[in-house]
C-alpha cells in the first residue's frame, strides 16, 4: 500500500498569515500520462471532507485561489494564503493512483 | 447537482451484520465509481472499498474478508455489507463519488450491546 504522511502545523497560526501543509508519498503518484494522482481535501469540524486540489494542482470549482497545490512525484504542499476564520479544520492528502485508496493522517489547522 | 445520501441503523450488535445504502442523484452508477470510507470518531479516514461503473468491485484487504459492495443501478443505490462487526467498526461511513469526488454527509454507526 501507498503510505502518506503528512506534516504538522506549527498552530495557531495567525489569521492573514500563510501556511503550508506537507504531504509525501511512499510512491512516486506521477503518472505516465502526465498527471499526478494526489488531492486534498478540508474536513471542517462535524462536516464530510471537501475536496480543495486534485490532479495535485487544480483547484476544485468554488474553492478560494488562496489555495494552491504543488510539489513533485513524492513530496506535495498546499499552501494556504492569508488563512481565514472559515479554513479551520483537518487536512488531508489522498493517493489515488493506486488500491486501495490511502489518505495522509490529517493536518490541524488552527486560527489565532 | 450530485447528491449521495448514507442511510442505514445508528446502532449494531457486536459480531452482527451492518448493511448501509448509497443513494446517489445527479449522476449515473453506470458513469461513476462509488466508494465507502470510513472515520472512526476524533481519527482520520479509511477508504473501504469500490463499485466501479461497470459492475466490478475492490475492496480493502484489511476487511475484505468481511465487506461486500453490491449496487442496483434502477433505484441508484450502492450497498456496503459487511459482517461481524466489532467496537473498533464504529465510525462515520461515507459514500463518495469517483473521480472528481463528490461526498455524502456520513452515517455514524455505533457498534455496542
Known amino acids: 500500500d501507498i503510505v502518506m504522511t503528512q506534516g504538522a502545523l506549527p498552530n495557531p497560526v495567525p489569521s492573514g498569515e500563510s501556511a503550508s501543509i506537507t504531504c509525501q508519498s511512499s510512491?512516486?503518484?506521477?503518472?505516465?500520462?502526465?498527471?499526478?494522482?494526489l488531492n486534498w481535501y478540508l474536513q471542517r469540524p462535524g462536516q464530510s471532507p471537501q475536496l480543495l486540489i486534485y490532479?495535485?494542482?487544480t483547484r476544485a470549482s468554488g474553492v478560494s485561489d488562496r489555495f494552491s497545490g504543488s510539489g513533485s512525484g513524492t513530496d506535495f504542499t498546499l499552501k494556504i494564503s492569508s488563512v481565514e476564520a472559515e479554513d479551520v479544520g483537518v487536512y488531508y492528502c489522498?493517493?489515488?493512483?493506486?488500491?486501495?485508496?490511502?489518505f495522509g493522517s490529517g493536518t490541524k489547522l488552527e486560527i489565532k | 447537482q450530485v447528491q449521495l445520501k448514507e442511510s442505514g441503523p445508528g446502532l449494531v450488535q457486536p459480531s452482527q451484520t451492518l448493511s448501509l445504502t448509497c443513494t446517489v442523484s445527479?449522476?449515473?452508477?453506470?458513469?461513476?465509481?462509488v466508494h465507502w470510507v470510513r472515520q472512526p470518531p476524533g481519527k482520520g479516514l479509511e477508504w473501504m472499498g469500490r463499485?466501479?461503473?461497470?459492475?466490478?468491485?475492490y475492496y480493502n484487504s484489511a476487511l475484505k474478508s468481511r465487506l461486500s459492495i453490491s449496487r442496483d443501478t434502477s433505484k441508484s443505490q450502492v450497498f456496503l455489507k459487511m459482517n461481524s462487526l466489532q467496537t473498533e467498526d464504529t465510525a462515520i461511513y461515507y459514500c463518495?463519488?469517483?473521480?472528481?469526488?463528490?461526498w455524502g454527509q456520513g452515517v455514524m454507526v455505533t457498534v455496542s450491546s
Open positions: 463518495t463519488r469517483g473521480f472528481p469526488p463528490y
Open positions: 445527479g449522476f449515473s452508477l453506470m458513469d461513476y465509481s
Open positions: 463499485m466501479k461503473y461497470d459492475g466490478d468491485t
Open positions: 510512491k512516486s503518484l506521477l503518472h505516465s500520462n502526465g498527471k499526478t494522482y
Open positions: 490532479w495535485m494542482s
Open positions: 489522498q493517493q489515488f493512483l493506486e488500491y486501495p485508496l490511502t
